[in-house]
């Protein structure tokens, strides 16, 4: 009964590989996010989607793509993976209506690129 | 975008000491939300906590909405305490949370 959860935990690539994470909700969420939290533990907000909108931090490199079949799923696939790109990524979602907006994470995936 | 500024960086405890972690930020928010990252980098909720004082078990936190701060209450700090205290908001309009640096806490046996 995990509430958000994300595949692979792990993930050691080669640069220049294509790969994806995949996140899923169980919560009846409307909205989920991508955060990236780097070496220093700065946790910053790369995606949030919201009912086919999705909203895009600028910073991030047009390398990563968000896909959502369903609002029960969204998936972060990376194109030509850099050194940089060697992070933890956390899947998040909320409700956005009503009183009650906790954010729930999940158990992130720790990404390492060679 | 909005800041947020937490202290201390780093704390240092004797297990069963008291501390007060605090968030600053720099606008008004609709939400505010604690999380600790364990030593396993898992984060975890402690509180959903816009307005108002709540309490849950050794932890505590108040949020004073109009002076734009929220303190995070540790009382009888124990070992799995350690880890990383953060503090998040998100202003009127926008959806997502904007974290701050975080505390750093160890607490010694």
């Known amino acids: 009964d995990t509430a958000v959860s994300q595949t692979p935990k792990y993930l050691v690539t080669q640069m220049g590989n294509d790969k994806s994470i995949k996140c899923e909700q169980n919560?009846?969420?409307?909205?989920m996010y991508w955060y990236k939290q780097d070496s220093k533990k700065f946790l910053k907000i790369m995606f949030s989607y919201n009912n086919k909108e999705l909203i895009i931090n600028e910073t991030v490199p047009n390398r990563f793509s968000p896909k959502s079949p369903d609002k029960a799923h969204l998936n972060l696939h990376i194109n030509s993976l850099e050194l940089g790109d060697s992070a933890v990524y956390f899947c998040?979602?909320?409700?956005?209506?009503?009183?009650?907006?906790?954010?729930?994470f999940g158990p992130g995936t720790r990404l390492l690129v060679l | 975008g909005i800041q947020v500024e937490q202290s201390p960086p780093d704390l240092i405890l004797q297990e069963g000491a008291n501390s007060t972690l605090r968030c600053n930020f720099s606008?008004?928010?609709?939400?505010l939300q604690w999380f600790h990252q364990n030593p396993w980098g898992q984060l975890i909720n402690l509180f959903y906590i816009p307005s108002g004082t709540k309490q849950n078990g050794r932890l505590s936190a108040t949020t004073v909405a109009t002076e734009r701060y929220s303190l995070l209450y540790i009382s009888s700090s124990q070992t799995t305490d350690s880890g990383v205290y953060f503090c998040?908001?998100?202003?009127?309009?926008?959806?997502?949370?904007?974290f701050g640096t975080g505390t750093r806490l160890t607490v010694i046996p």
């Open positions: 919560l009846g969420h409307d909205t």
């Open positions: 998040a979602s909320r409700l956005t209506s009503g009183r009650l907006k906790t954010q729930y």
């Open positions: 606008d008004s928010v609709n939400n």
């Open positions: 998040a908001v998100d202003q009127t309009g926008a959806n997502n949370l904007f």
